[in-house]
């Protein structure tokens, strides 16, 4: 009962928000191009520094 009760409280606050999937594509595209390339050029050690940034910003979901 008191979990339903906060989770209305913050979806009325406005507290409760989701990332937008168009803000999630924007937000990574100049990392997910460079790691296309660094796959392409290596697909070793440079690959998996672009591609832990690329993930870093997938799980943000973008809020930066």
């Not at 409280?9 to 406005?14: K, T």
Request: aromatic share 2%; hydrophobic share 40%.
């Amino acid at each position: 009962m008191r979990e339903t009760l906060l989770i209305s409280i913050l979806l009325i606050a406005g507290c409760v928000t989701t990332p937008s999937d168009s803000a999630i594509c924007d937000g990574s595209f100049h990392s997910r191009k460079n790691h296309a390339s660094a796959l392409l050029v290596d697909g070793g050690p440079k690959s998996r520094v672009t591609g832990a940034i690329v993930l870093k910003e997938l799980e943000q979901g973008c809020r930066e």
